[in-house]
């Protein structure tokens, strides 16, 4: 198999960011492995909370946990 044979492995964005996976995990860099948005809604005089936003999930670079951030 030649090089361009191979499968190609997915470049993250590696961010810095401090580590939520794991209690005293001293890491503060992981990567960005997968991004979701979700628009607001346009109706007029609704109001939801969880509705809009943007989820980002991240991988430590140092234990290899995951976590999810939404804002």
């Keep these: ?3 361009s044979e191979q499968p ?3 470049q993250y964005q ?3 960011i401090a580590c939520r ?3 005293g995990c001293p890491g503060n860099y992981a990567e960005m492995i997968h991004i979701r948005t979700q628009p607001t809604p ?3 005089g609704q109001f939801n ?3 809009g936003g943007r989820w980002v999930r991240y991988r ?3 234990c290899h946990g995951i976590f ?3 804002s």
């Design 1 to 3: 198999m030649t090089d």
């Design 8 to 10: 190609r492995q997915p």
């Design 14 to 16: 590696k961010v810095w």
């Design 21 to 23: 996976a794991k209690e």
């Design 42 to 44: 346009t109706g007029l």
């Design 49 to 51: 909370a969880s509705a």
């Design 60 to 62: 430590c670079c140092t």
């Design 68 to 70: 999810t951030i939404s």
